[in-house]
């Protein structure tokens, strides 16, 4: 039977060091170098969460071989001009969207143009968007709407709720047809509260879109129009879920184009239309079919 004094020796018991006899005559060598290349935080913390760290490790390895390995089929796909989905698009729009967060959520539908929620109105829930693209804009006046982010399948927004901040600081808007979850502040605080490892999850990809938003924001405000109306092209084609088709086509109007990048809608159709009679789109009524993906591709990444 365990006595008190026991239990305290062992919970206090020192980790293991490795001795790295192995390595032999070279063992003071490496066991210096390491000392000089790894801070000693870095050392303590791995003797003491051994195991966590080499499953970090393990893990990391292996995002980052399937991330080169999904860059070269890209690079292979366009080479042979062939249509390429990338898995972490797939798996994107239902990573976060967790059972029970599903269990929770109200789910509504928006068509396209459709405003969810005005800025300064009282921001009780936090959303979703499982289908569909929309943006989050501001009001400039005269009937303009600024837009301030983006938001993609998968992504969460709304987080003024989170925050218990009591007013949204923008509106939201749907670019093409959307389905929204709803999840209330008591709801979700109350999943979180029952799941204590769902928030870690979804602070990663509050934080991750944060990002994500920043690179879009410079993208936006910054690059020429030809590169960005290719990119967001490229972007709702995604959305939509026809970029691997032959010919992607969005269900959009050169009003909303305009509206989405800031720009005249007079620019948007002229560039539409130069770009028709070069044969990269086609163009119907409210909708653009890309008829030649990889050029309007190179044309987004292209650097001035």
């Known amino acids: 039977m365990y006595t008190t004094s026991t239990i305290e020796i062992h919970s206090f018991s020192q980790p293991v060091y490795p001795t790295l006899h192995w390595l032999g005559p070279h063992r003071l060598r490496v066991l210096h170098l390491r000392d000089r290349l790894i801070p000693w935080q870095m050392r303590h913390f791995y003797y003491h969460h051994e195991t966590q760290t080499r499953l970090g490790v393990r893990l990391s390895l292996g995002i980052t071989i399937a991330h080169l390995f999904n860059l070269m089929l890209q690079t292979i ?28 959520a109200r789910r509504i539908s928006l068509p396209r143009g459709k405003k969810l929620y005005e800025a300064d109105q009282p921001a009780n829930d936090v959303m979703l968007l499982a289908e569909g693209y929309g943006r989050l804009c501001m009001e400039q006046g005269a009937g303009r709407c600024l837009t301030v982010g983006l938001v993609a399948p998968g992504d969460l927004f709304g987080e003024e709720a989170l925050l218990d901040v009591p007013e949204r600081e923008s509106s939201f808007e749907t670019v093409l047809n959307s389905q929204v979850d709803i999840i209330s502040r008591a709801a979700f605080t109350q999943l979180v509260n029952d799941n204590p490892h769902l928030l870690r999850a979804i602070t990663e ?46 269900p959009i109007y050169h009003k909303d184009l305009a509206a989405l990048l800031g720009v005249w809608r007079e620019t948007i159709t002229a560039t539409l239309n130069r770009w028709a009679a070069e044969g990269l789109i086609v163009q119907h009524a409210g909708q653009i079919v890309l008829k030649s993906l990889q050029q309007l591709r190179k044309m987004a990444d292209e650097t001035e």
């Open 77 to 104: 796909a366009n080479m042979c001009r062939l249509p390429y989905v990338s898995p972490a698009d797939v798996f994107q729009a239902g990573a976060i969207l967790l059972p029970g967060l599903s269990s929770i």
């Open 205 to 250: 990809h509050l934080a991750q879109r944060l990002l994500i938003q920043q690179r879009h924001m410079a993208r936006l405000a910054f690059e020429p129009l030809d590169r960005r109306l290719a990119w967001m092209l490229i972007e709702l084609a995604t959305a939509t879920n026809t970029i691997a088709h032959p010919e992607p086509t969005i």
